[in-house]
């Protein structure tokens, strides 16, 4: 173990930690992130239009409100990608001490020039924006776009290529111009790209990208056992004290594809394409990851020794809610060999039983369009988003959980006990000798 530690601190940290700084990665990250105003805003309206309840369908139907419900829902949920440009492309030039707002309008303008401006039908065409290009088909494309637009960017802005004007001219002005000279140069540029892609076998941009970089992604990446290998990792790194963060920001344009995509093809009355991967990632973090919630809620009646007392007490509220530090870094999680295959195995475990779940058809009734905060309970999600059968699956997971602690959690206490029997002993016999 000791060796390992020196293999990890030495050579693995250093690398993740790259990794977690590198100014891409966290433009991607805080680019994701600035979305969930939209899903989670949008949730009520979601959880409204879709409440299985005949009579109030029936009226909402009637009564045309499920038109406007649902625009709203396709306006703010499904052109994802539309929102990530813009806000990768501002963070990225943020990242870089550049205008964020310059740089996010300028990836935003770029994504809309590589994308097609007609809708082919049968017989003929007509002038408009392809809704998939601007959703889940067009997450990948608008992640690059982002990136290499604003970089672009931010690199010519601190070589100087700005217009100078006169400083009686208005900050705002000036501000407004100076990145003129920039914006022709990147317009040309993107011009050239899209007419370039139109001689390729793949048409346009978009094509090109979800052919051969997308789709291969999707294929490895949004599958069951990728599901379930993504989770142990999770678990692995947190394990070892590196931040899931690290590791979800680096998955993240699957998982924003995939979502997506389901919310798409549920909207339209299709079957989901990735609800299997969905499912099997139903469970990812029960109670924080690592999945400690079960063992939170036992720990303060299970617990003999006084430290776990009050650490039970101190961890219980927060686990309900996904907070897992005060077990992570209190029992401790983190670096605890004894703590290493519950803390690990769970990811395995629940992976499985989601994708047990799926296969039994406990997922059919999976609502993507309600967004929840991570922070929402494990058994209070499922009402919402699957039904009862969700909820139920949801507990048998927590004590499935609760019980692969168990053991271990009981050998961590008797240690803790015979730790403070002994040192009570000391204490003793320390005031016996100063007595005498």
Known sequence: MGQFNTVLNEQIMPVMGKISQNKVIRAIQYGAMSTMPLTLGVSLIAILVNLPVESWTTWLASSGIDVHMRATIKVTMEITALYMTFMIGYHNSNERNTSPITGGILSLASFFILMPQVIPYEGGEVAGLNFDYIGSNGIFGGMIVAI????????LDKKGLVV???????????QSLSPTFIAIIIFVLVFFSRVGFSFTQWEDYFGFINGVIGAPIMNLGASPISAITFMTIVSLFWFFGIHPNTVTSIYLPVLMSTGVANLTAFMAGEPMPYLAFSATLAFFSLG????????????????????YKSLGKLSFGP???NINEPLVFG??????????????????????????GYNIGIYDTLNPSISLP???????????TVGIK???LALFTILINALLYLPFFIKADKLALLEEKAADVAANESQITEAA
């Open 331 to 356: 029992l401790p999680l983190m670096l605890n060999p004894l703590f290493f295959i519950p803390m690990v195995g769970t990811a395995l475990i629940n992976g499985m039983i989601g994708f047990i």
């Open 148 to 155: 290499l637009v604003s970089s672009l960017y931010s690199a």
């Open 319 to 321: 686990a309900i809610f």
């Open 164 to 174: 100078k004007l006169p400083d009686s001219v208005p900050p705002m002005v000036s």
């Open 288 to 307: 924080g990851a690592g999945n400690t919630l079960g063992i939170a809620l036992l720990i303060p009646f299970i617990s003999k020794s006084n430290r």
């Open 390 to 392: 969700g909820v139920l």
């Open 374 to 384: 991570w922070i929402t309970p494990a058994f209070i999600g499922p009402i919402l």
